[in-house]
């Protein structure tokens, strides 16, 4: 079993800037993704940004690109960190974002088939 914690959700106003982090316990597996997702009230989870270790290839959902930065800690500890910078945010931005992870990376922006889940953390994007 592998933990996600997410941290970094926070009010902020409309053009602002967030940094979220998402850390993970221990584990050995050689290939795997990290994925950060939201859900707004009443919505669907939906991904927002991914990455696949095996290449370091990041993916980012049309209504964020430009405006969103995955980032991971370099190293081999045992522990990932991946790393989500927000910047211009917008009130459609507003949701829970959970990170998850998928020990069999296929398209790391669904959230079907990821094997572990972060419990979140809010982000309100208002003013």
């Known amino acids: 079993q592998v933990q996600l914690v997410e941290s970094g959700g926070d009010l902020v106003q409309p053009g602002g800037s967030l940094r979220l982090s998402c850390r993970t316990s221990e584990f050995t597996l050689p290939y795997y993704a990290i994925g950060w997702f939201r859900q707004a009230p009443g919505k669907e989870r939906l991904g927002v940004a991914c990455i696949k270790n095996m290449d370091g290839s990041i993916y980012y959902t049309d209504s964020v690109k430009g405006r969103f930065t995955l980032s991971r800690d370099s190293g081999d500890s045992a522990e990932k960190v991946v790393y989500l910078q927000m910047k211009d945010l917008k009130p459609e931005d507003t949701a829970v974002y959970y990170c998850?992870?998928?020990?069999?990376?296929?398209?790391?922006?669904?959230?079907?088939?990821?094997?572990?889940w972060g419990k979140g953390t809010l982000v309100n994007v208002s003013s």
């Open positions: 998850a992870i998928d020990f069999n990376p296929r398209a790391c922006l669904s959230p079907d088939g990821m094997d572990y």
